[in-house]
């Protein structure tokens, strides 16, 4: 008999119980649009939400790849929950990378989140297609702080962050523009959830507007001040990149292994008055199905890779091109996959009643998430080619 004892805290984290009960509520989140209470109650009770805080801050301490593998199991019974839960723990992952390379500056955030807070991401705002990079939101210094003005979109977990990350310009030099980037405590003054969330697909994680009216971000909530454009990034930035866009990726992958998975089982129940067998032995579906499986390896490749790296700390040179490389892979063949699930399972598959109607409408969102299409390709090309993203003009 080993006497080795099993690791059982990412089992304890998400149990199969646990995922059940998600399963079973999934659809009603989506139908009623509204929060996911009841599973955030769980996965906090369980410390999912702490799961990549440093042990020394009383987390997990999971690496990347191993919270990973855990948003795609969560994703595949409930992808909206998974989504949401996303955006808190990647900022937590953040501060997890900084303060292993000696950067204590959000430190703070560990101990916060350790004690339960919750933090969300208040980067979206429309017409900018250079998240963290540049901002339609102004800071002006003040005594203590940093007064905020703009309006925010895509603010997931609006129902119950504790903590809002921000970013938003400092012109007061015109020569020299600079990103304020820092969090906003749901007691300050000087903004309003405004509750826009009725959308295609991703409906549970209620990802309302935030408008700032000169809103208060603390000093010592301040974490980077930095030049605006590829120029400012570092740290900070790539790490955001990172957890969040391999988190998403997570997710995208586990809607896409269900939409498989599902496929394969319900094509030994299909059939037709113009067959023998079931469905699955007709040539068209099995090569539709080879392609699904196909591109799932894909996806579960570019992730995996991109996930044991970062957690491993390999010093890629071109990390921010593999990252959003990533990223545009995934979310690509999971629409493949999707879209093949819906065609062979055909009209049944177009009812509300049909998990496969979900799946195909929380799939569309992995486009909307940074970076789009657009920029991917932009970023991927000029990076490669060696080209400044930041020399202007921008195209031409």
């Not at 292993?100 to 955030?109: N, S, V, Y």
């Not at 030049?227 to 990149?241: D, K, N, W």
């Amino acid at each position: 008999m080993s006497t080795t004892t099993p690791d059982t805290t990412s089992s304890a984290l998400l149990t199969d119980e646990m995922l059940a009960r998600f399963d079973e509520r999934a659809p009603m989140y989506d139908r009623e649009n509204r929060f996911f209470d009841e599973d955030f109650a769980e996965l906090r009770a369980s410390g999912y939400l702490t799961s990549v805080v440093p042990k020394s801050f009383g987390g997990g301490g999971l690496g990347i790849d191993e919270f990973a593998k855990l948003q795609r199991r969560l994703a595949y019974v409930a992808p909206a929950t998974a989504v949401a839960v996303n955006m808190h723990i990647y900022w937590t992952g953040v501060a997890a990378d900084l303060n292993r390379i000696g950067d204590h500056g959000c430190d703070w955030m560990l101990e916060r989140a350790a004690a339960g807070d919750i933090f969300a991401a208040g980067h979206g705002e429309a017409g900018n297609d250079l998240p963290l990079f540049l901002s339609s939101s102004s800071a002006t210094k003040v005594d203590g702080g940093w007064e905020i003005n703009g309006h925010k979109i895509f603010g997931t977990l609006s129902p119950v962050w504790t903590w809002l990350g921000v970013h938003a310009m400092d012109t007061s030099d015109p020569d020299n523009p600079r990103i304020v980037h820092g969090f906003m405590h749901r007691d300050a003054p000087g903004y309003q959830i405004v509750e826009t969330w009725d959308t295609l697909g991703m409906r549970a994680t209620q990802s309302h507007d935030t408008v700032l009216d000169r809103a208060f971000v603390a000093d010592d909530r301040t974490p980077l001040v930095c030049a605006t454009g590829m120029a400012g990034a570092g740290p900070f930035q790539l790490s955001i990149f990172a957890w969040a866009l391999v988190g998403f990726r997570a997710v995208y992958g586990g809607i896409a292994q269900r939409a498989l998975d599902d496929t394969v089982a319900r094509m030994h129940e299909r059939t037709s008055i113009a067959l023998t067998r079931s469905m699955a032995y007709h040539p068209g579906v099995q090569h539709r199905v080879a392609e699904m499986r196909m591109a799932m390896d894909t996806i579960d490749w570019s992730v995996e890779r991109v996930a044991a790296d970062w957690a491993a700390g390999v010093q890629h040179a071109d990390w921010p091109v593999r990252i959003v490389s990533m990223k545009h892979t995934a979310t690509t063949n999971a629409f493949k996959v999707v879209d093949a699930a819906l065609d062979l399972t055909g009209g049944s598959g177009i009812f509300k009643r049909s998990r496969l109607e979900q799946m195909f409408r929380d799939c569309r969102l992995g486009r909307i998430h940074p970076a789009n299409d657009l920029l991917s390709h932009e970023l991927v090309g000029k990076l490669q080619l060696g080209i400044n993203p930041d020399e202007a003009p921008r195209w031409g």
